[in-house]
Each structure stands twice: as C-alpha cells, then as structure tokens.
C-alpha cells in the first residue's frame, strides 16, 4: 500500500474514532442532563408543594390550640402550642439554605418576620388571658392573631407561585441544553455521514478506480506484448529468409545494369527493380529491429540536448515545406537515456507530425517537469513534447495508431510508432500522445528524471 493512501486511511479511521466518541459523549451527556433535569424539577416541585401544605397545615393547627386554650385555659394546650410554634420556628429556619432562588429567598424572609409577629400575639394572648378584662382583650389579641396568620398564609401561597416561576425557568434553560445538546448530536451524526460518504469518495478515487485502471492498462499491455512477442519471432524469421534471397537479387541486378544503355527502357526496369529492392530491405531493417530491439547504451544528458541536436538535423529539411522546427520551453533537468535511439524516436515523430502539416506550419520542441506514475509508482519525470500545427490524428487512425504495419502512408511501413513506443519503454518510460481534428497532435516521451 502506498504512503499516500496509508496516511488517508489512517486519517479517516482517527476521524471516524473521534465522531464516534463525540456521539458517545453527546448521548451520554443528554442521558445525564436529563437525569439532572428530571431530579431537579421532582425536588423542586417537592420543596414547593411540602414548604405550601407544611405551612398552612401547621398555622392552623397552632390556630386551634390557640382557640381551646382561650376556650378552656389548659396549661397543655399552652405547652403543646409552644412546643409546636418552637418547631416550626426551626423547620423555617431550616428551608433558608435549601431555597437557592433570588425569587424564593424574600418571600421566607417575609414568613419568617410575620411568624415573629404571630407569635408575638401569641404571647399577648397568653398574658391577658386572666386579665380583668379578659374578653375585651380576647377579641383584640385574637384579631392580631388572625391577622398575621392570614398573613403567613398569604406569604407561602406567594412562596409556592415563586416556586413555580423558579421551576418555569429551570425547564426553559434545561429545554435550551437539551436542545444544543440534540443539535450537537445530529451534527456528529451528519458530519459521520459526511465522512464515510468522503471516504467512500477517496477509496474509490485513490485505490479502486486506481487500479480499474491499471487492470486495465495491464490487460492492453499483456494482450499487447503477446501479440508483440509471437509477431516478433514470426517477422524475425520471415525477415531472416527474406534478407538473403533480396542481397542475391541485388547483387545479380547489379551486375545486370553493368551490360544495360543508359537511357534505354531495360535500364529503367532496372532502376524501378532497384528501388523496390531497397524498400524492401528497409522494411526489412525495421521489422528486425521491431523484432529484436536493441538494449539501450544509457548516459546521462540534459533534457534538452537530444531537442536540440534532431532540431539542427531535422531543421533545413523540414523548412524545404515552410514548416519551421522550434525549440520553445526547456527545463534545466537530466535524464538517463541512450542518445541514438531518443534521437530516432524524436526524429520519427518529428517526421510524422512534419508529413500532418504538409506545408507552413510549426513543430513545436518543450521539455518540462512533471508527476506522474511509471512502472505503477509516483515519480518525477521530465516529458519530451512534440507539438505540431498538423490536422490531427483521425478517430478511426487511433485506435490502431501503435498496432504494428498499420500505416495511413503511401509509402510507409507502418513500424514507426510500435518502435518508437518499444524504445521508451527500454528506458522505463511511456509514450502517450493528445490529438484534436483540424488542431494539431502533441507526443510526449515521459522519461524518469535523472536524480544524482
């Protein structure tokens, strides 16, 4: 597995680990916001509704005993009556710390200063109760009695209203945290989405389509190379028993135009016999060297060395047709080449893309650096671009451009491509091309960067 992809899986398996622990820690907060939530409203409302009934329910029981000490003047009811008051004195003093609220506090206080003065009237019942004038004292101490009373009574009934606000508020706040804290869920949950969906994206892109395409690649060069393999060894040994009856023909045709006028039809036979001989012994050389290529004698160059020597052989030729041969972009690069067989590949596609102009036009010289993958791993590498002004490479042409003896040339022997295509991948490169109808072709020699 290469780095690149080791890093990106590695980062979406972290990624994805720490979504999850945020959706962990998401859901296990809402479950203990929400315990906290159901606690503190139950307490509440048990504070409220035990500080209400508490406070009523022993006013009035302290209000009763009051009225039959009156009615019967038993010391016990007095004792009872004391010890009662005396313990809700306490169980007041008591709710202060419990009840936190700003809204609560006031009103406790307030109980708390009316139940002093209960008290007080209390007091001033039990003192003038054996008085001389002892009715006249009843109905004015027992008015003040009922009076703070029903002022307590009023006090916790407002305590209890203030309990509920408190509670209001209480389940708007924890309504909000649950809120953010469900909105923070999804999120985890949409960005754990989002993020397999990239994965998805980056494992196809980075491995699977990836290797779709070198499955592909690797199945065209298997097919290509057995084709190539089992063509070669048949042209090798048909170019092989051709060679030597050919050099008896030309040997004896040569001996012939010795005793033939210059001039005379016979000798014109003999010159069109000549010709022929000779293109056949071409075809000949390059099948033989399409069959047994060459190992390559590699050196390291500038890239731009062999660019400039096949533009100052290639140049005075081509400006015969008005097609100039320029040399534009050159990077200060070296590549590991053998120098004769780079020179024949540049000068074939320099020739092919010269016979796509026909007449005034340019070829177009750039060397420059570049990424890209050879022999199925990343690496820099300097291409050799021949652009040309030419009509492009027809649809039907490219889909047998590199298959050998398959030419659109008169005089071809359609062996120029696969040769040239065999020479780089001698040298651990590729050779790729673009074209566009009526625009022009752009080869590229894509050459492993020479690195010291």
Not at 32 to 45: F, I, P, V
Not at 131 to 149: H, W, Y
Not at 234 to 253: D, F, M, Q, S, Y
């Amino acid at each position: 597995m290469k780095s690149g992809n080791f890093f990106r899986i590695t980062v979406f398996f972290a990624a994805i680990a720490l979504l999850g622990a945020l959706i962990a820690w998401t859901a296990h907060t809402s479950w203990r916001r929400t315990g906290e939530l159901h606690d503190q409203l139950s307490a509440k409302q048990w504070k409220s509704f035990e500080i209400a009934d508490h406070l009523q329910q022993t006013i009035l029981s302290l209000n009763n005993m009051m009225l039959r000490y009156a009615a019967y003047r038993n010391d016990e009811d007095w004792t009872n009556f004391v010890a009662t008051s005396t313990e809700l004195g306490s169980w007041l003093n008591a709710q202060q710390p419990i009840l936190s609220s700003e809204k609560e506090r006031p009103f406790l206080d307030q109980i708390s200063s009316a139940y002093e003065d209960y008290l007080a009237a209390a007091q001033a019942i039990n003192k003038k109760i054996y008085g001389s004038n002892v009715s006249m004292a009843r109905v004015k101490e027992f008015t003040e009695l009922e009076t703070q009373s029903k002022r307590i009574l009023d006090l916790g009934l407002q305590l209890s209203e203030a309990h509920q606000q408190t509670i209001d508020s209480l389940q708007i706040q924890n309504i909000k945290s649950l809120n953010i804290l469900r909105f923070e869920l999804l999120s985890a949950l949409a960005l754990l989405l989002l993020a397999g969906a990239w994965a998805s994206v980056v494992v196809y892109r980075e491995m699977i389509a990836p290797l779709q395409v070198q499955l592909v690649e690797s199945r065209q060069l298997v097919e290509r190379q057995e084709k190539l393999a089992s063509l070669g060894l048949l042209a090798a040994g048909v170019a092989h028993e051709i060679r030597n009856p050919l050099t008896a023909i030309k040997a004896w045709l040569y001996l012939q135009q010795k005793h033939l006028k210059r001039g005379s039809p016979e000798f014109a036979d003999a010159e069109l016999i000549s010709g022929e001989i000779n293109r056949l012994e071409r075809i000949v050389k390059d099948v033989l060297q399409f069959a047994r290529p060459s190992e390559p004698e590699l050196a390291v160059v500038p890239a731009e060395q062999p660019l400039r020597e096949v533009q100052t052989l290639m140049g005075p030729l081509l400006d015969k047709s008005n097609v100039k041969l320029v040399v534009d972009e050159v990077v200060s690069a070296q590549i590991k080449i053998d120098p004769q067989q780079i020179k024949q590949v540049l000068i074939n596609l320099i020739q092919n893309a010269a016979d796509s102009i026909g007449k005034n036009g340019t070829v177009t010289l750039r060397a420059r650096l570049d990424e890209k993958r050879l022999n199925d791993e990343p690496v820099s590498v300097v291409i050799l671009e021949i652009h040309d002004t030419g009509k492009g490479i027809p649809p039907e042409a490219e889909k047998r451009l590199f298959d050998p003896f398959f030419t659109t040339k008169d005089s071809g022997t359609g062996l120029g491509l696969p040769i040239a295509a065999r020479i780089v991948e001698k040298h651990r490169g590729a050779l790729q091309y673009q074209t566009l109808p009526g625009t022009g072709t752009a080869f590229g020699i894509i050459l492993p960067a020479y690195k010291p």
